[in-house]
């Protein structure tokens, strides 16, 4: 099979919210092990949350980021790769800012530092290489998402194969930053190629709510097919592993 797996999964930070991280993290897991997804762009993962997690995933996941205030600290933008389909070719952390070669930079009135991950990975099964774009934009500042949109641009326009773009958008389908994604660029939403369930992605722990707006995407470029899409609202016994629901699309190059 050539066709490979890749998620988008905002982990909820350990936030005091009355849905504790020690609770949510073996649902996580679990979620990731029936998916076995092959890529996997999160958002908002913490340091001591990404290696719990890893530690409980099978031993082919690796994962690679820095934390938006810079080393270990603050949130994460973290890829999570399967080491058994994809090698690592480079990875690149920077800063949607003015000045993204700058450490906790910011710009636009963000709430705080954004960074973007970037990683080229080489597919061991066609040999192909893909380049992995994984973000969390501003919820606050739509000036903001459009800026970061533009730098994400140019990170794509460098690569001389195919891209996969993976983040928490904070703003539905049709805003300012999905039209340039989207119409301007370019880049197929891989859940409008494929529909999948009216139900959002973003549902603070309450489960499947049908008509709201999918904050999550995964975008691909020319060189890539979207095979199938959904949105995983796996819990056990009611505990969901985040107040998002995963995004997954199965993709195949072209």
Same mark, same amino acid.
């Given at each position: 099979?050539?066709?490979?797996?890749?998620?988008?999964?905002?982990?909820?930070?350990?936030?005091?919210?009355?849905?504790?991280?020690?609770?949510?993290?073996?649902?996580? +897991? %679990?979620? *990731?092990?029936? /998916?076995?997804?092959?890529? @996997?762009? &999160?958002?908002?993962?913490?340091?001591?949350?990404?290696?719990?997690?890893?530690?409980?995933?099978?031993?082919?996941?690796?994962?690679?980021?820095?934390?938006?205030?810079?080393?270990?600290?603050?949130?994460?933008?973290?890829?999570?790769?399967?080491?058994?389909?994809?090698?690592?070719?480079?990875?690149?952390?920077?800063?949607?800012?003015?000045?993204?070669?700058?450490?906790?930079?910011?710009?636009?009135?963000?709430?705080?530092?954004?960074?973007?991950?970037?990683?080229?990975?080489?597919?061991?099964?066609?040999?192909?290489?893909?380049?992995?774009?994984?973000?969390?934009?501003?919820?606050?500042?739509?000036?903001?998402?459009?800026?970061?949109?533009?730098?994400? +641009? %140019?990170? *794509?326009?460098? /690569?001389?194969?195919?891209? @996969?773009? &993976?983040?928490?958008?904070?703003?539905?389908?049709?805003?300012?930053?999905?039209?340039?994604?989207?119409?301007?660029?370019?880049?197929?939403?891989?859940?409008?190629?494929?529909?999948?369930?009216?139900?959002?992605?973003?549902?603070?722990?309450?489960?499947?709510?049908?008509?709201?707006?999918?904050?999550?995407?995964?975008?691909?470029?020319?060189?890539?097919?979207?095979?199938?899409?959904?949105?995983?609202?796996?819990?056990?016994?009611?505990?969901?592993?985040?107040?998002?629901?995963?995004?997954?699309?199965?993709?195949?190059?072209?």
């Amino acid at each position: 099979m050539s066709d490979f797996t890749v998620m988008s999964f905002n982990l909820r930070y350990p936030a005091m919210d009355g849905h504790p991280v020690a609770q949510r993290l073996p649902v996580a +897991a %679990e979620l *990731i092990r029936r /998916a076995h997804p092959h890529i @996997v762009g &999160t958002q908002e993962g913490e340091l001591d949350q990404l290696e719990t997690l890893i530690g409980m995933l099978p031993e082919e996941y690796i994962w690679l980021g820095e934390g938006h205030s810079g080393g270990n600290a603050g949130e994460f933008t973290a890829v999570i790769l399967d080491s058994h389909r994809f090698d690592v070719d480079a990875v690149d952390i920077s800063w949607l800012s003015e000045q993204p070669e700058t450490v906790a930079s910011e710009s636009w009135g963000v709430s705080h530092a954004r960074t973007l991950t970037t990683v080229d990975v080489r597919d061991l099964v066609t040999k192909r290489r893909l380049r992995v774009l994984n973000t969390h934009l501003d919820h606050r500042s739509e000036r903001a998402r459009v800026e970061s949109g533009r730098i994400m +641009a %140019e990170t *794509i326009a460098e /690569a001389a194969f195919p891209s @996969v773009v &993976t983040g928490d958008f904070n703003v539905a389908t049709g805003s300012p930053i999905y039209d340039l994604f989207c119409t301007e660029l370019g880049l197929t939403d891989t859940a409008a190629e494929v529909p999948g369930e009216d139900i959002g992605t973003f549902h603070r722990y309450k489960g499947p709510q049908a008509g709201e707006p999918r904050i999550d995407w995964i975008l691909t470029t020319a060189g890539l097919r979207t095979v199938s899409t959904r949105i995983d609202t796996f819990n056990l016994d009611g505990t969901y592993p985040s107040d998002h629901f995963p995004v997954e699309a199965v993709l195949d190059f072209e």
